[in-house]
């Protein structure tokens, strides 16, 4: 028998389910009635459960035989044996389950949340997190994508609590002393998409989308912040129904806002359910950024409706289908309902994250092959997100977006309410275009890495060369790394070339040799590769064609300076430029006014921050306040008449750099001047500039800041304000202070949603990283008790800021003793990245130190 996939000779066609959740023990019991379809004669068979006990197991048919079952765990497999009394025949049975399980406290199956409410008393909810194989926590079942089937929920509840479900509630009555509210059947779907919340909740009024009442839902006492998410989950809403040429699938559609929560969102039909900062927000104080961030989570989450819900992966290789959809509308979403905030040219930034992995030896493909259920829960990262909605947005801006449209729509008609694969939708989209999809896109997927094109003058041609780009010139040897040093993609290109008296053209090709050719204009002056950003590839121009870009910045789009700063940096950390090359550069870019931009270079120089000795790092940051000082002087502390918000959050971003990584005193001491007046006046200090005079306050204080900045992240009135202070307490230099960050992430007083966050940030501080690693090893078993493996596995990614010799030997000796696996290839690539960091500051460090001398 397969170790993770179940036998198919019994098939559900329809839950019902009836849980009875007692909050205060911690406990639910439960008794389902499954319809199943057995194809040939059994007599048991296997479903999944796991920390469940069953108590009862029958299974009848039509004819009213009933065998009686005895119900035998394999927790190691997660799985649940029913063998019978006698045989049972091929038909339709009713198979009847009662069982009983603990709400835990890892934030995964059917969980228990707590929260302090206006009054400050401690209250409980119960809710639900199944993705990826955690629906086997709540009941029984077939938990796999592959076996859709009707959902039926009843929830017996405390009488003063509410009941969400995917579907509408049907019928509600008094019970034995329990409240019993019943749902509608939900249409077929996945077991990983069936949610239940419990609690004290309260609601929006409901807007009408179409036919479809969508609500935004929370603990009491929050609703005055869920305006902002209503807008745009209605405008999102209408806008996929728009694009896909479907109605929405369900009969209605609640967001809930979970106080504790370990992803960022999960779709689960009608019922999606968020962290608190994801959904809910007091649109007055909040930034920009976080305003953006609700947006997107939302439209992503709903955007799953259709992709993930509607139609389904067959098996967890293909969750990319799911999630690189779900960000590349999200994308789409936004863009059309605020056009302003240049959402694509942010992409740009999510995108970075993505290359940053693919370029390690230890990356994967966009999909691979997937066996067991940590190796699924390893592919909810940056390749099938960000990666995976890269190489989409090429595809479309490849055929065009309205052919590619049509693509989607046909596959989303053809295979409704059943499961899909990536041939099925390379099929649809090649069907709507005429071209061989497969040919042009099977690289992306199912290869690892991107290429490098490298950008030369040969006479009147243009020369463009691909090769797989990499940091690291060979792979590691903890590595298992898919080596092809010819690997070609076929890569889709616009390449737009000036010429003297002729102007500007553009050319489109499709790259699929080693080499590829242009012909050049005559008086050709300056040629710009991946115009508008949309491919998934690094550019390296050479010396003279770079130069000419350089000279023309001011008449270059924000996406295409985004890319040049972004290459060039990447081509830094690769050793295939020289640091004061690099740092040359971005000297080229003080009168930069976009935020994307900034964002690269500052990330870049926080970046060396991490790989120089503490005796240099005061150059460093000179360096960083005669590069942001133009800038900042230009925009000032206060926006203006007329600006608009992307303006107003690259004001906050560059204060919050030149007075943390810059060490600015006069900011600082201007930092703590007007966050003194916000706290009389709320309207004093700009809403995008306030949480930069917090991270700069924290970086210079003391401990009675410190102090303070505790008391105000425990009584925090936003979502956002409470994780302002909470990282601030991350941003302390004091190693006493730190000290007691570091506590608070296992005492108890940080929820387990966001602790492992903090420790990550403290590991890539330069003056936590060592207490904080020290403080991993000692409390490591402390910390994979409480966190949620999520949480732990994000955590773990901190050590990429241990950029020292001596400390990179210390982490693989302690992974390697622990022997620690986190499913995937995620660990292997956490060490290289901290490899790649290392080999530059032994190759560079000298160099770094030099430059930074000469400009300083």
């Known amino acids: 028998m397969d170790p993770y996939r179940l036998p198919r000779h019994v098939v559900p066609t329809r839950y019902e389910i009836r849980l009875e959740p007692d909050l205060t023990t911690s406990t639910f019991t439960g008794v389902e009635t499954i319809a199943v379809t057995v194809t040939e004669p059994t007599s048991e068979i296997v479903l999944n459960a796991a920390e469940l006990s069953v108590s009862e197991a029958a299974i009848t048919n039509e004819r009213g035989q009933t065998h009686r079952g005895a119900a035998v765990m394999d927790e190691a497999a997660e799985r649940c044996r029913l063998t019978f009394d006698a045989p049972i025949a091929a038909g339709a049975w009713t198979l009847r389950l009662a069982f009983a399980g603990t709400l835990n406290d890892k934030l995964r199956g059917f969980y228990r949340s707590s ?91 409901p807007v009408p989308i179409g036919k479809t009442p969508l609500r935004v839902w929370c603990v009491t006492g929050k609703r005055r912040l869920c305006a902002f998410a209503r807008e745009i989950g209605a405008a999102s809403l209408r806008f996929f129904e728009e694009y896909y040429g479907l109605p929405y699938p369900g009969d209605k559609l609640d967001l809930l806002a979970i106080p504790d929560f370990a992803a960022g969102a999960m779709e689960n039909l009608g019922a999606i359910t968020f962290r608190e900062t994801a ?106 997100y960000e990666k995976g909605a890269s190489v989409l947005r090429m595809l479309e801006q490849y055929l065009g977006p309205e052919v590619f449209r049509a693509g989607v729509r046909e596959y989303l008609r053809a295979h409704a309410y059943a499961n899909a694969d990536t041939g099925d939708l390379w099929a649809a989209v090649g069907r709507a275009s005429g071209a061989p999809i497969p040919a042009v896109m099977d690289g992306w997927i199912f290869k690892p890495g991107f290429p490098l094109v490298s950008v030369r003058r040969d ?55 080693a080499e590829t050719r242009l012909r050049l204009p005559k008086d050709f002056e300056w040629a710009l590769v991946n115009e508008g950003g949309h491919g998934f590839y690094r550019v390296r121009y050479a010396p003279d064609l770079r130069e000419a870009l350089l000279r023309r910045l001011d008449r270059l789009q924000p996406i295409d300076r985004f890319n040049l700063v972004g290459d060039a940096w990447a081509a830094t950390s690769a050793g295939l430029t020289p640091v004061a090359e690099y740092l040359e550069l971005t000297t080229r870019f003080e009168a930069e006014r976009d ?103 924290a970086h210079s204080g003391d401990a009675a800041r410190y102090d303070d900045f505790a008391r105000r992240f425990r009584s925090a009135t936003t979502p956002q304000e409470e994780q302002r202070y909470l990282y601030a307490l991350a941003a302390f230099q004091p190693a006493p202070l730190l000290q007691q960050t ?9 929820r387990t949603q966001d602790a492992p966050f903090v420790a990550r940030a403290l590991l890539m501080s330069v003056y936590g990283r060592e207490l904080a690693w020290s403080f991993i090893k000692e409390r ?41 696996h986190f499913g995937g290839k995620t660990l292997e690539q956490y060490l290289e990245q901290l490899r790649v960091a290392v080999a530059m500051g032994e190759r560079e460090g000298a160099a770094l130190a030099a430059s930074l001398a000469r400009f300083h």
């Open 780 to 820: 490591w078993d402390v910390m994979d008790r409480l966190y949620p493996k999520h949480g732990l596995r994000r955590m773990c990614e901190g050590v990429i800021g241990l950029a020292t010799p001596e400390l990179e030997r210390d982490v693989h000796a302690f992974f390697t003793e622990r022997k620690i």
């Open 279 to 384: 959904l809910l927000v007091d649109e007055r104080q909040a930034t920009h950024a976080e305003l953006e961030r609700i947006a997107d989570v939302v439209a992503h989450e709903n955007a799953h409706m259709w992709f993930g819900d509607l139609v389904t992966m067959t098996w967890w290789n293909g969750i990319w289908l799911n999630e690189a959809f779900a960000t590349f509308m999200e994308m789409l979403a936004v863009d059309a309902w605020k056009p302003e905030w240049k959402r694509w040219t942010a992409f740009g930034v999510s995108r970075a994250a993505a290359f940053a992995t693919d370029a390690l030896w230890s990356t994967r493909p966009i999909e691979y092959e997937v066996h067991a259920p940590k190796d699924a829960d390893a592919m909810f990262d940056v390749l099938t």
């Open 115 to 205: 929260y302090k409410d206006p009054g400050g008393a401690t209250r409980a909810l119960a809710a639900t997190q199944f993705e990826a194989t955690d629906a086997r926590r709540a009941f029984p079942c077939w938990d796999e994508p592959a076996f859709k089937a009707g959902f039926a929920c009843t929830l017996a509840i405390d009488p003063a609590l509410i009941a969400v479900s995917n579907t509408r509630v049907v019928a509600e009555r008094m019970e034995g002393g329990k409240k019993t509210v019943t749902f509608g059947d939900t249409v077929r779907m996945s077991t990983y998409l069936v949610a239940f919340v419990v609690g004290e909740l309260e609601a929006t009024d």
């Open 459 to 513: 006479g009147d041609e243009l020369v463009l060369a691909q090769q797989r780009f990499t940091y690291l010139p060979a792979p590691p040897p903890w590595t298992t790394a898919d080596v092809a040093p010819d690997q070609r993609w076929q890569v889709p290109s616009q390449v737009r070339v000036g010429a003297w008296g002729t102007g500007e053209a553009t050319e489109r090709a499709l790259l699929v040799e």
């Open 742 to 750: 570091l506590e608070r992430t296992v005492n108890g007083e940080i």
């Open 595 to 697: 935020r994307n931009v900034w964002t690269i270079l500052v990330s870049s120089l926080g970046a060396l921050n991490r790989i120089i000795g503490p005796g240099d790092r005061p150059r460093l940051e000179a360096f960083v306040r005669n590069l942001l000082a133009p800038a900042v002087a230009e925009l000032g502390w206060a926006p203006r008449a007329g600006e608009d918000e992307l303006t107003r959050q690259l004001r906050g971003d560059l204060l919050r750099a030149l007075g943390t990584l810059g060490n600015d005193r006069a900011v600082q001491t201007k930092a703590q001047e007007l966050y003194r007046a916000s706290l009389g006046d709320a309207t004093a200090v700009d809403p995008n500039v306030l949480p930069a005079l917090i991270a700069i306050l």
